[in-house]
């Protein structure tokens, strides 16, 4: 073997490692709201999901809109968001890192397989709220307990306001919806409507939206 073959095999030998990294290399994709452009933020290798983290679906519900109904998103937002920072509405414990009024956030896990099938494929939504644990009402960090069961679905889960934040304004009071006692009830539907609206920009079929409650410890 000549000194050629051998500084082209020395090449390659090198290159492999970087040549399996790029084929490997999953490209985190990014869907156009309207009012924003959201990128996933990870993708989960072993379980072959998208996870799209803190979307904004109701406008920050501060100064005016304080104790008000939540108000759909507007405008358009420039940067493209990828949710990863921190978004717990307030607590009774006050100490959890991460606690903001402007909380209301959800977070979208999708299968791969789906997602690359939006427009032609609707899969089914489960959107899921936190009623109590150690952080009620927050976007809990044990959907791994969904992912398993999963199968082709798309699942949401939702932030809502809870306690003093969640209390309507007096005045307010005549635009609670007949079946709601809070805010944090009214954050909930506006959640649902987003999920119709736009879960079909993910693989999702907005008439097949299937909501749960659950406490988790």
């Not at 090198?14 to 924003?36: C, K, M």
């Not at 209301?104 to 609707?122: A, E, Q, T």
């Not at 934040?165 to 809070?182: N, V």
Request: charged share 20%.
């Amino acid at each position: 073997m000549n000194l050629f073959h051998l500084a082209v095999g020395a090449l390659i030998g090198a290159a492999w490692p970087l040549w399996s990294r790029i084929r490997n290399t999953i490209f985190l994709p990014q869907v156009d709201l309207g009012y924003e452009i959201h990128e996933a933020l990870s993708y989960n290798h072993t379980t072959g999901h998208f996870t799209f983290r803190n979307i904004r679906y109701a406008q920050a519900p501060i100064g005016a809109l304080r104790h008000a109904p939540p108000v759909a998103p507007a405008g358009t937002n420039p940067e493209v968001q990828r949710g990863n920072e921190s978004r717990i509405c307030p607590q009774a414990s006050q100490d959890i890192p991460g606690t903001t009024e402007d909380c209301l956030f959800l977070n979208v896990i999708v299968p791969r397989s789906v997602f690359n099938r939006r427009g032609k494929c609707k899969a089914d939504v489960t959107l899921h709220f936190v009623m109590a644990n150690d952080v009620p009402g927050a976007i809990v960090d044990k959907e791994s307990r969904f992912r398993e069961g999963l199968g082709e679905n798309v699942f949401v889960s939702a932030n809502y306001r809870l306690g003093r934040l969640a209390q309507l304004e007096p005045s307010l009071a005549g635009e609670l919806g007949g079946d709601c006692a809070d805010l944090g009830c009214l954050d909930r539907g506006l959640a649902v409507e987003w999920v119709r609206k736009y879960i079909h920009l993910f693989g999702g079929n907005g008439k097949r939206v299937f909501t749960i409650e659950t406490s988790w410890s």
